[in-house]
């Protein structure tokens, strides 16, 4: 049986990866009650509800359009579509992908919100939403992403291996489950469940062609997927294919992406150059994380000619609070938001390091 000491320390160990605004926001006044109210009522929409479904035919199967591919003007039916870098298309709003962040939102505020106040209510409503999910016969998700980012009148529908990282708020989402397990609002059969589906989803990620294109990639793209493959290999009981990611993480990752004074080339060549920077080290960091379970501290590593998380770090840490006229890279939007998720960052560096 957990300790409370131990509870605590996987809630902490949960939160740590909650670094994008909206959860930071979310723990900083965890005492809104209104907040937390809202949570019991958010409806968790399924893969299975949506006006386009996939190429397949299946509902169950999650579909997503590349988010910066936009109808081509020059054409009557705009097809295919063409790619606009850092402009969003609003159509994406008609599949799948921002249900995944509905999802893991509420299910991440509605577990602290019940270790917190200790009402079971805040927990029933966060296991009734991974049901709907995950483990609904009628409405979960099937454990792949094949149509994941396709691209209109492109490939016939299907998906791009970039669409691989939508999943990526699932990492926080199993940190979710545990404290939801450990805390006995989850039942063993539930939890085992969710285990399957975990499992089932890595087998993909490792063994299809959209998977290993991915794992092929050198930008944010590569490491959000070893992030991934490794979190659900932890969750699912086969830490041998953690350790396999987590071993080979410095020489395939961290050494290949951080220059020796600390840029991110394949992130600053984007319109949105702070931004990426930022979003990869957060990956980065994630990845430190899930290390850690294992008693591994993958955040020192260092290569000869002195590539390193903290250097990378300190290159962009020095646009803290400066106008984006002294940025010398692209960031086409979001400057001020985008200096709040540095702040955020460096904090999260700080349970890595001393020297922040």
């Known amino acids: 049986m957990m300790t409370k000491g131990i509870k605590i320390s996987l809630l902490l160990f949960v939160m740590s990866f909650l670094s994008i605004p909206s959860y930071a926001q979310w723990m900083w006044n965890i005492d809104n009650l209104n907040e937390i109210k809202k949570a019991l009522h958010v409806k968790i929409i399924p893969v299975t509800q949506k006006k386009r479904i996939a190429a397949s035919g299946d509902r169950h199967d999650y579909v997503s359009m590349a988010p910066y591919w936009w109808p081509d003007s020059t054409k009557t ?8 870098d850092g402009q969003r298309n609003p159509e994406l709003k008609e599949l799948d992908r ?3 962040d509905i999802l893991v939102q509420n299910v991440s505020t509605l577990t602290e919100a019940y270790i917190r106040l200790k009402n079971k209510k ?7 939403d991974l049901k709907i999910w995950f483990l609904n016969p009628k409405t979960r998700m099937n454990p792949n992403l094949n149509y994941a980012q396709m691209i209109p009148g492109r490939n016939d529908g299907s998906g791009r291996p970039e669409g691989i990282i939508d999943a990526y708020s699932f990492v926080k989402l199993i940190g979710c489950i545990e404290v939801l397990f450990e805390n006995k ?10 285990q399957t589906w975990f499992s089932d989803f890595l087998d993909w990620l490792l063994n299809s062609d959209l998977g ?3 794992y092929a990639a050198e930008n944010n793209h590569g490491v ?5 493959a490794t979190a659900y290999a932890l969750f699912a009981n086969r830490p041998e294919i953690a350790e396999k990611f987590i071993s080979n993480f410095p020489e395939k990752r961290i050494f290949r992406q951080i220059e020796p004074d600390g840029s991110q080339p394949r992130e600053l060549a984007r319109t949105m150059a702070l931004h990426y920077s930022i979003f990869n080290l957060e990956h980065f ?3 430190c994380n899930l290390a850690k379970k294992l008693g591994i501290d993958l955040y020192p590593a260092t290569s000869a000619d002195g590539r ?3 250097k990378a770090i300190d290159f962009i840490a020095q646009y803290i609070d400066k106008p984006q006229s002294e940025f010398p890279y692209q960031q086409i939007r979001d400057w001020d938001e985008k200096q709040e998720e540095l702040r955020l960052l460096i904090c999260r560096a700080k349970h890595f390091s001393q020297r922040y």
């Open 77 to 84: 039916d705009g097809l295919p579509y063409i790619r606009c």
């Open 98 to 100: 921002e249900k995944i």
């Open 122 to 128: 805040y927990a029933k409503k966060a296991v009734n």
């Open 185 to 194: 609002a989850l039942k063993q059969s539930d939890y085992k469940k969710l």
């Open 212 to 214: 290993r294109q991915e």
């Open 224 to 228: 959000g997927y070893d992030v991934q």
């Open 285 to 287: 960091l994630d990845m």
């Open 308 to 310: 390193n998380i903290a």
